[in-house]
């Protein structure tokens, strides 16, 4: 039904017909909606039984477990706060309420510009910001105003995408550097202990809260020089404050699943990244410094801030991370194990993997450039000895 329908509006779409002009919009639906059955005219061409739009669709589905709790730990750290009691259902609501324009307006700034280039240059609009439209909500703390947020999406995909050419083209990831550019923008915003609640007055919690409540992330704490509050099961289920979707190592880990038994993500990256993160705090937990955050165990470390979540789903990125198998070892460990020293070495900046990952994405090609070379080296050598 849905393919004789597009099959019936297509020629309205089509060059001559009245809406023409909107044609690339057409295409970007269709293929959304059915797999493309065009085929390669020319040239020698290897076909997968997926495209890059299931495959984006794939993602969504493994952040949902993470984006759900995140809804939930919202409501709890706000009733929490203005000290009184709600069902889990009532909770999550009051997240959904919260959340859920953040989420449009993402989708909204984000895909309307895709829209507006695919136009412009006549092309195919491009799926990657199907991903990118749910990360940047679930990795920005609760309270960012939803200006701020679109003035974020509108940099990443401009600077971050179209002016390298689109998906597939970019250096860096995109939804990080939305975050990095409303860390360095928009600095109080982004940090501090008040970030983390969301005064909704829909559910009766606006002036129930006090103004001087604050929340402080155990990262936060520590930072500050103080002990970090909770314990590792706390660490783990994610019922303490933190950016919407990285608070849960457990739905991070459900979302992991799903990525690896879909063959989407790459396990070397992600296991690389833990192994690397692990021995940096194990170092530092023996180096006997004088450091709140050095002396966070080395499980705790990789379980606090945004450590799983950029494991999982930021650093294993197709596009910006390493490409060659053996360069994905490097690139992983070096991203783990960067990250903790930010935060061990930089008070100012406790969570460390967001420029740990940026930093990274630049050293990719150099990476996969060295193990291609060394492989290159190595056939032509073992062709010399024949």
């Known amino acids: 039904m849905i393919q004789k329908t597009l099959d019936k509006l297509r020629p309205h779409f089509s060059e001559g017909g009245k809406f023409s002009a909107l044609r690339s919009v057409f295409d970007g639906f269709e293929t959304f909606l059915v797999v493309p059955s065009a085929t390669s005219k020319s040239g020698v061409s290897i076909h997968d039984a997926i495209d890059s739009k299931r495959i984006m669709s794939f993602v969504v589905i493994a952040l949902m477990p993470a984006l759900l709790f995140g809804m939930y730990n919202i409501g709890y750290q706000n009733y929490a706060a203005a000290g009184a009691t709600a069902s889990c259902w009532t909770m999550f609501l009051y997240g959904l309420v919260v959340m859920l324009p953040k989420i449009v307006v993402s989708y909204g700034v984000g895909l309307g510009i895709e829209f507006v280039v695919a136009q412009w240059k006549k092309e195919e609009i491009q799926e990657g910001y199907l991903v990118t439209g749910m990360l940047i909500p679930m990795i920005v703390p609760v309270d960012t105003p939803l200006w701020m947020l679109a003035l974020a999406v509108a940099f990443s995909v401009v600077f971050a995408k179209e002016v390298f050419g689109g998906t597939g083209m970019n250096i860096f990831n995109p939804a990080l550097v939305a975050r990095a550019f409303l860390f360095f923008a928009y600095p109080t915003s982004m940090s501090g202990d008040k970030v983390w609640l969301a005064k909704d007055t829909w559910f009766g919690l606006g002036n129930a809260i006090p103004d001087t409540k604050t929340l402080a992330t155990p990262l936060g704490e520590a930072a500050a020089g103080l002990a970090p509050s909770g314990d590792i099961w706390q660490y783990c289920t994610g019922l303490m404050p933190g950016s919407i979707g990285e608070t849960s190592v ?62 999982v789903f930021m650093a294993t990125d197709p596009v910006t991370s390493a490409r060659t198998e053996g360069g994905k070892y490097i690139y992983g460990f070096l991203i783990g194990g960067l990250a903790i020293t930010i935060r061990v070495l930089n008070p100012g900046y406790p969570e460390g993997m967001m420029l740990a990952i940026l930093f990274m994405n630049m050293f990719a090609p150099l990476i996969d450039y060295c193990f291609v070379q060394r492989n290159i080296s190595k056939r032509l050598k073992r062709a010399q000895d024949k």
């Open 250 to 311: 457990i739905a991070i880990a459900i979302g992991a699943v799903i990525l690896l038994c879909t063959g989407i993500a790459s396990w070397k990256t992600m296991c690389s990244v833990f192994v690397g993160g692990a021995l940096t705090a194990w170092l530092f937990n023996i180096g006997g410094l004088d450091n709140a955050v050095a002396n966070i165990p080395w499980y705790e470390h990789l379980a606090l801030g945004g450590f799983c979540f950029g494991a």
